[in-house]
């Protein structure tokens, strides 16, 4: 029987469903706006929404009737266009949408990559809201969480943040303990002996500012 491996966009996913909770996960055929939506993910947070944050909605109207949604990484021209043939018209990404920390397309506003990216939205009138900054403030971290989910660790270090006993190992069998069980179409690199052996491993996922070439 062949393995089932979540996607990235559903490993996301997974990790926010809990701040929209059920009812309106059912209510998403147009019956609540994007604006209720990220009032809803504000609300259920579990932190205080910051005065100054890049987090919030970057493009579209907040008050359109959520026909759907869609959660990823980073908000590509080609995942909009997915989205909006999913019937997804709210977008909630965790990367810049334009190419910037701040969202501010700058210089490249008469850019044709911009204004192809930015015609997506206009034409497929879907709302993008941007949220990193508070995802990643909540305690214990949700994405370090997930993985060790996706891993099937569960032996958490009592106040030791992100930390997992597991069993002992050599950094070769992890490796390849990591790619069975992540959907991982890359390389994987590892630094230090293959044959190094340990039993605790700290999951490392802080936040960190966006870098963009």
Do not use: C
Request: hydrophobic share 40%; proline share 6%; glycine share 4%.
């Amino acid at each position: 029987m062949a393995a089932s491996y979540p996607s990235r966009r559903e490993f996301i996913a997974a990790t926010a469903a809990s701040l929209l909770g059920p009812r309106s996960v059912r209510a998403q055929k147009g019956n609540v706006t994007a604006q209720q939506v990220a009032d809803r993910i504000r609300s259920n947070l579990g932190v205080d929404w910051r005065p100054q944050t890049v987090d919030g909605f970057k493009a579209g109207d907040p008050t359109i009737a959520v026909t759907g949604i869609a959660v990823t990484v980073l908000a590509t021209t080609d995942v909009l266009r997915t989205a909006a043939a999913a019937g997804q018209n709210l977008v909630i990404t965790q990367e810049p949408l334009y190419y910037a920390t701040n969202d501010d397309p700058g210089n490249r506003a008469k850019d044709p990559v911009y204004l192809a990216k930015k015609a997506v939205i206009d034409q497929q009138h879907l709302a993008v809201f941007r949220f990193t900054e508070h995802w990643n403030a909540r305690q214990p971290n949700e994405s370090a969480k997930a993985l060790a989910a996706a891993l099937k660790w569960t032996s958490a270090v009592q106040d030791t943040p992100q930390t997992y006993r597991i069993p002992d190992t050599t950094l070769e069998n992890l490796a390849a303990h990591v790619r069975r069980h992540l959907p991982i179409r890359g390389g994987l690199r590892m630094v230090a002996s293959r044959t190094f052996e340990f039993e605790r491993f700290i999951s490392h996922l802080e936040p960190r500012r966006s870098r963009w070439r």
